[in-house]
């Protein structure tokens, strides 16, 4: 049987993750070397170049020393938490690659507990030691302490220690003495991270990854735990359900270097492995499915995932630029691609609602949510989502909302202002913690005053604030919070927006427009100076010109520049009465109800039902 090691990466929001695996990947000389190779080679898709983050895990391998090792790179952000626990069922140990400056982080906290409780083998990279004013062995010192916390056993608290620099492309057992490569790590993964182990007993697979050909269709991945595999078996798809459906293995793949091999030869247990099942069309499998044997079936128990904490409502796009920049622009369409991310985006959940125009969708956070509107404005979808609202539970009879806990790393002379901001909303203080000229700041805090948060930090800390949030646990109800919004600034009229009203009008407050922009009748087109107090307001209106006026000094009329928002940004603005209209090109905020005397009416009525 070929020796094989399965590693999942774990780590906190760049920490040097990815990275790293591209050092993996050139160590174990994958590439020639004059071959041009681009940096996180792993990091494929746009939005993950872009943000800088993983949000697939993606599966490689390398040859090193006569040992197969297969690579499991993982996200790093609580808010993928599904695509986290999925992939560490495959993996007998885990690289956990910790910031050298900046120590175990929540997400660090969150994705080892999930190693831990399956009772994987870490390694402990000490990563990114050549920045300045870190403390490599401080650091350590605080990963075993967090293990200890979190319940590791005798040998999971018997970790090996890596230094050095992903980047630089170096790791030691000493970080004040750099190597020419990262061959030390590589003897530490093949010496202390244990072979598969593997039981007796007949063929079982969990499928706990999905991936997808445009010419074969839909491919299961997973870690064979029991048997053996070749292609042309019969083997019984075991639904989560317990329905079993006879089926036969077309195509069997193994992962090398980047990508698939085919092969023809049995794969042995141990190995993680493609799988191409022969199914009728109207058959699908699913993460969480077991391949199994196909006289004495015995399925491997469902992976369990944590539970959604928030949910927006998705709906078509009926504003007045309907259809201008989107290809996807229907009810079928936008329903179709949401079901469709159910298969793969484990923590999702989708609810029917009254209208058959509209659904509530559930995810793990606004990140998460993001990640997926963004996705489907890219592929040329059009729609509008509603203000993001926490999930609320009842439990042993108490109104229960979700709770996180919130890490803020922020230079110590805005430490106060933070501080205010976070105890406004609920948040408790846990910890004060100096780390050179930086305060780390530590709290608790319902999820609900997370929405909105980061913009007010980064204003207030001018924009050197560094926060990080995880899912803690939900909690009694923590009260209604003293939070306040300033009212909106609407638009009166469709047109397109001129310099010399928005000039007039600046001192009504923010834009979010700029000149020349076309903006409908009910858009939200800024913010204003009072709370809760909506200004409709005109912005498409002209000088009238005469023959001592030229239309020249019209155009020199000056305007502040106008606010633009992250996809994310928006999300947390929108309030209650609002939408977010998105489209492949724009994103727009916009009252619900787009007439105003018909607003006017509803909020009267509104106001009438609480009286």
Partial sequence: MQNIRNIAIIAHVDHGKTTLVDRMLHQAKLFRENQETANLILDNNDLERERGITILSKNV?????????????????????????????????????????????????????????????????????????????????????????????????????????????????????????????????????????????????????????????????????????????????????????RSKIKELYVFEGLGKERIKDPIGAGEITAVLLDLDKNVNFEIGDSICDIDNPEPLKPIKIDEPTMSMLFTINNSPFFGKEGKFVTSRHIRERLYKELEKNLALRIEETDSPDSLIVFGRGILHLSILIETMRREGYELQVGQPKVIVKEIDGKRCEPVEQLTILVPEEFSSKVIDIVTRRKGDVNSIDTKGDRVQLEFTIPSRGIIGLRNNLLTVSNGEAIIAHRFKAFEPWKGEMGTYKMGALIAKETGTSTAYSISKLQDRGQFFIEPGEDVYAGQVVGEGLRPDNDIVINVIVGKNLTNMRSKSADDKSTTTPATKFSLEEAMEYIREDEYLEITPTSLRIRKIILDEIARKRSRQAMEEDND
């Avoid at 997400?107 to 409780?117: C, D, G, P, S, Y």
């Avoid at 990114?128 to 350590?140: A, F, H, R, Y």
């Avoid at 302490?145 to 970790?159: H, K, S, T, Y």
Wanted: proline share 5%; net charge negative; with cysteine.
């Fill in 61 to 245: 391998s390398v040859n090193y020393k006569g040992t197969k090792i297969n690579i499991i790179d993982t996200p790093g952000h609580s808010d993928f938490g599904g695509e986290v626990e999925r992939v560490l069922n495959m993996a007998d140990g885990v690289l956990l690659v910790v910031d050298a400056f900046e120590g175990p982080m929540p997400q660090t906290r969150f994705v080892l507990q999930k190693a831990i409780e399956l009772k994987l083998k870490p390694i402990v990279v000490i990563n990114k030691v050549d920045k300045p004013n870190c403390n490599p062995e401080l650091t350590q010192e605080a990963v075993f302490d967090l293990m200890f916390n979190l319940g590791a056993n005798e040998d999971q608290l018997d970790f090996p220690t890596a230094y050095g620099s992903s980047k630089q492309g170096w790791m030691n057992s000493d970080w004040n003495t750099p190597t020419e490569d990262i061959s030390y790590l590589m003897d530490l993964i093949v010496e202390h991270i244990p072979a598969p182990k593997v039981e007796d007993g007949n063929t079982q697979m969990m499928i706990s990854s999905l991936d997808y050909s445009s010419y074969i269709g839909r491919i299961a991945v997973g870690r064979l735990h029991r048997g053996s595999l070749q292609a042309g078996q019969d083997v019984m798809l075991v639904k989560r359900d317990g329905k079993q459906i």
